[in-house]
Structures are given as structure tokens and as C-alpha cells.
T-cell receptor, first 114, second 113 residues
Framework: QKEVEQNSGPLSVPEGAIASLNCTYS??????FFWYRQYSGKSPELIMS????GDKEDGRFTAQLNKASQYVSLLIRDSQPSDSATYLC??????????????FGTGTRLTVIP | DAGITQSPRHKVTETGTPVTLRCHQT?????MYWYRQDPGHGLRLIHY???????DKGEVSDGYSVSRSKTEDFLLTLESATSSQTSVYFC????????????FGSGTQLSVL
């Protein structure tokens, strides 16, 4: 079983601060990395994808990837109360059946305090 | 939710009964998936489909079967429901293949008593 590890939190940040979410993964050959946001009682929503080492920015979100360290992170700048959700890290890899699947971490719960 | 409809949204059933969950997409995507989400485990792949009548097992497929007779529909069947199958079930689709961007339906909360 491929491992994708996240700190479950909760992570609390004040409104306007930078929230930093981290994820490590076990499969050295993983090539695709995703961040999903999941509000309570709702389905996961894709917010970022990253495939190459370095940073990728989209609005207030920045994904960072370091394949050598098997580490991917998500930064949320100017955090808003509406960012309060659980953030899921997903990494591709070969499953037990040999197929290329997405493996998910258990998520980090973020609370942005007004 | 990216043109994905799951039904029912909620279901309560008894141990030993068969249950079928339906996923319908309007995106004409080739790949469809069933995941379950449980506290402490994250999302885990049950079964997936890479085309009409083409399906395969995921990481937690025991006790589940699937069928895909049309591009737009992907059914998940619990042949004889058990309490361990109480979970939230998500259907997902992707356009570009396995291990790529997934778009999820709104989920089905299943309780097996």
C-alpha cells in the first residue's frame, strides 16, 4: 500500500495569515501530485495539481514539490474563513493490482480564525 | 460536481441485503471510479472502469462488484452488505487516465445496521 502522510491537524491560523499544509509520500516514482479541498459533508474538490519540482502558483494557492525529499506542500496566502476545510493530498502510484492509481492522505483540517 | 450524479444520497440498510449505488456522468469521460471514505483511512479505491464493460479491482474490492454498460453509468453493488461497509461512497471521473485528475460526485452515505 502506497503511503501518503499528512498531519491530521487541526491547523488553526488567523485570518490573513499564511497556512502551510504538508504531505510526504513513499513511492519514489510518483509523478503526479494533487491537492483537494473538502468541506464538511461535501465531496473533494481539486484545487491544485503539480508535476515538476518547484513551486506552482494559482491565486492565493501555491503548491510546492520536492521529489528528492518526497515532499509536497500547499501554501494558502491571506487565509480566509472560507478556507476552513480539510485538505487532502493525493499522489499517483502503482497499486497492488499494478494499475496506476491515486492514493490519498487522510487530510489536514484547517481552521481560519476571523 | 462536474456533471456527476450519485444516487441515492443516503441509504440505510440491514446486514445481508444487497445494495446498488449508481453514478451517472454527463462529461463523456472514459474513466470512472468508486472510492470509499472512512475516518482514519482517507479515500480508498474500490473499483474502476476504463471503458464500457471494462472494469478492474482497486485496493479494497472485497465484497463489492461493479458494472458499466454505458459510458455514462457506473454501478457499485454490495452483494451482501456488512456493517464494515458503512461508509461514504464517492464516484469519480477522469478524462486523461488512471492516476490523474479526479472529479468527484457528491457522495452516498451508506449505513449498514
Amino acid at each position: 500500500q502506497k503511503e501518503v502522510e499528512q498531519n491530521s491537524g487541526p491547523l488553526s491560523v488567523p485570518e490573513g495569515a499564511i497556512a502551510s499544509l504538508n504531505c510526504t509520500y513513499s513511492d519514489r516514482v510518483s509523478q503526479s501530485f494533487f491537492w483537494y479541498r473538502q468541506y464538511s459533508g461535501k465531496s473533494p474538490e481539486l484545487i491544485m495539481s503539480i508535476y515538476s519540482n518547484g513551486d506552482k502558483e494559482d491565486g492565493r494557492f501555491t503548491a510546492q514539490l520536492n521529489k528528492a525529499s518526497q515532499y509536497v506542500s500547499l501554501l494558502i496566502r491571506d487565509s480566509q474563513p472560507s478556507d476552513s476545510a480539510t485538505y487532502l493530498c493525493a499522489v499517483n502510484g502503482r497499486g497492488e493490482t499494478g494499475a496506476n492509481n491515486l492514493f490519498f492522505g487522510t487530510g489536514t483540517r484547517l481552521t481560519v480564525i476571523p | 460536481d462536474a456533471g456527476i450524479t450519485q444516487s441515492p444520497r443516503h441509504k440505510v440498510t440491514e446486514t445481508g441485503t444487497p445494495v446498488t449505488l449508481r453514478c451517472h456522468q454527463t462529461e463523456n469521460h472514459r474513466y470512472m471510479y468508486w472510492y470509499r471514505q472512512d475516518p482514519g483511512h482517507g479515500l480508498r479505491l474500490i473499483h474502476y472502469s476504463y471503458g464500457v464493460k471494462d472494469t478492474d479491482k482497486g485496493e479494497v474490492s472485497d465484497g463489492y462488484s461493479v458494472s458499466r454498460s454505458k459510458t455514462e453509468d457506473f454501478l457499485l453493488t454490495l452483494e451482501s452488505a456488512t456493517s464494515s461497509q458503512t461508509s461514504v461512497y464517492f464516484c469519480a471521473i477522469s478524462e486523461s487516465g488512471m492516476g490523474e485528475k479526479l472529479f468527484f460526485g457528491s457522495g452516498t452515505q451508506l449505513s449498514v445496521l
